[in-house]
């Protein structure tokens, strides 16, 4: 008996800003010699994290199936595919639902290209992915200038050396992949296991949210605190990084100190950084000397630069500057009225600022402290929201907001605008 042809599938896909510019990397490995058989790697414009992840699958599903185009058919084949994704890995294995409008087609289009019987799906932890992940970054620098990705001019297979082995790959086991269209399939294939809809206990469908799957690793987790109140807080004026710079008033000292206390208690922070704003260094400073850590400051996470508005409350900018304000509200990109900061630019920043302080604080609890818009905008970026979600939150002074973001991509909102510490 012949013994299947065996290959080895790494993909992935990233989004300068999700959404943002995006680009996908995949390779196919011989898991024999640990040689490169195929590289493909494509921007793709703007697109979603996951949405560049189905796309790397797609492209490395089909560069296998143009590398033994006949094995499939007569089950000569055996894939392996393994990624960083957490979210592609259990939808296409079948574990979990695949709810989105966006990656239903993505996912039906991957289990077309090769049978459900001979793929399997493995994740792991993004350092694990670093070939594929250079690919997608390749392909995002690329489209940065306004060109494609090309093999060429690649240097992703010299960055990652990749030591040879012998390992056999396991037998394909589970639930088949969705081949028809969204999840109908996985479904089916959960619901005729033993213990399916009878009540009986089943290990098959890991959690997600609150109860994510442990095997994602601790999760960076940034406490978000907004500074306590100034003189301006109670009266509602616009108070962002082009004004006055105020510092906190005497409730806003006395808020400090009570999130400082309520958070010594909790003995959960880890370390703290702050927005460059006085109202900000002042907050975080209380609960430094509470909790005996440094205050590391962090440009990105200063407030919306409000230009012209800056100490003026909302009717007074809806008497001076009517038609910017109305603009303002319609759109994401409109900036305030004399060179202030559209929303549009405050989220690339504070979506850089995040990306940053996830990767170096990975695994660790990390207090935030910045001001309403920063936080808003992690908050809908977490959700996927769009810009005008803003608008309806509200974030209090001395509020405590919280957001967990996994090594796979998956973000999970914990907590928004707790002042229980207040009270």
């Known amino acids: 008996m012949t013994q299947p042809r065996q290959l080895v599938i790494e993909a992935d896909g990233g989004s300068r800003g999700n959404p943002g510019p995006a680009g996908y990397g995949a390779v196919v490995i011989d898991p024999v010699t640990g040689e490169t058989l195929a590289e493909a790697a494509e921007y793709i414009g ?42 592609v890995v259990e939808q296409m294995s079948g574990r979990w639902k695949i709810k989105h409008p966006d990656m239903k087609p993505l996912a039906a289009e991957a289990a077309r290209i090769l049978p459900a019987s001979v793929v399997t799906y493995e994740w792991i932890p993004r350092e694990q992915n670093k070939h594929a992940d250079r690919l997608a970054n390749e392909a995002m620098d690329a489209g940065k200038r306004g060109r494609q990705w090309e093999p060429s001019s690649s240097t992703a297979a010299l960055d990652t050396p990749r030591p040879s082995t012998t390992a056999v790959l396991p037998p394909v086991s589970g639930p088949p992949g969705d081949a028809a269209a969204g999840a109908a399939k996985a479904r089916a294939a959960m619901s005729a296991r033993p213990g399916a809809g009878t009540g009986t206990a089943s290990t098959a469908a890991p959690q997600v949210g609150w109860a994510a799957a442990p095997d994602l690793g601790a999760p960076a987790t940034f406490v978000l605190l907004r500074h306590g109140e100034t003189a301006l807080t109670p009266e509602k004026r616009f108070s962002g990084s082009g004004g006055s710079d105020p510092e906190l008033s005497a409730t806003g000292r006395d808020q400090a100190e009570r999130i400082a206390r309520s958070l010594a208690a909790r003995g959960t922070i880890e370390e703290i950084v702050s927005s460059p704003l006085r109202r900000c260094r002042e907050t975080a400073a209380a609960v430094a000397a509470r909790l005996g850590l440094e205050v590391r400051i962090e440009d ?32 994401a990109k409109a900036a305030p009225t004399g060179g202030g900061e559209s929303f549009a630019e405050v989220a690339r920043r504070v979506a850089a600022t995040r990306d940053r302080l996830t990767a170096r604080y990975a695994g660790r609890t990390v207090l935030l402290v910045t001001h309403v818009t920063p936080i808003k905008t992690l908050v809908r970026l977490a959700l996927g929201a769009p810009p005008e979600a803003m608008f309806r939150m509200e974030l209090s002074a001395a509020s405590v907001s919280a957001v967990a973001y996994y090594s796979d991509g998956n973000v999970s909102l914990r907590l928004l605008n707790d002042t229980s510490h207040l009270r």
């Open 46 to 87: 703007v697109a979603t994290n996951n949405v560049a992840e189905y796309k790397g699958l797609i492209a490395g599903l089909k560069a296998a199936k143009a590398l033994l185009p006949d094995a499939s058919a007569d089950g000569a084949l055996r894939v392996r595919v393994r990624m960083d994704s957490k979210l």
């Open 300 to 331: 990105g996470l200063r407030e919306t630069d409000f230009g012209a508005w800056e100490g003026l409350t909302f009717a007074e900018v809806r008497e001076r500057y009517g038609p910017d304000l109305d603009a303002w509200l319609a759109s």
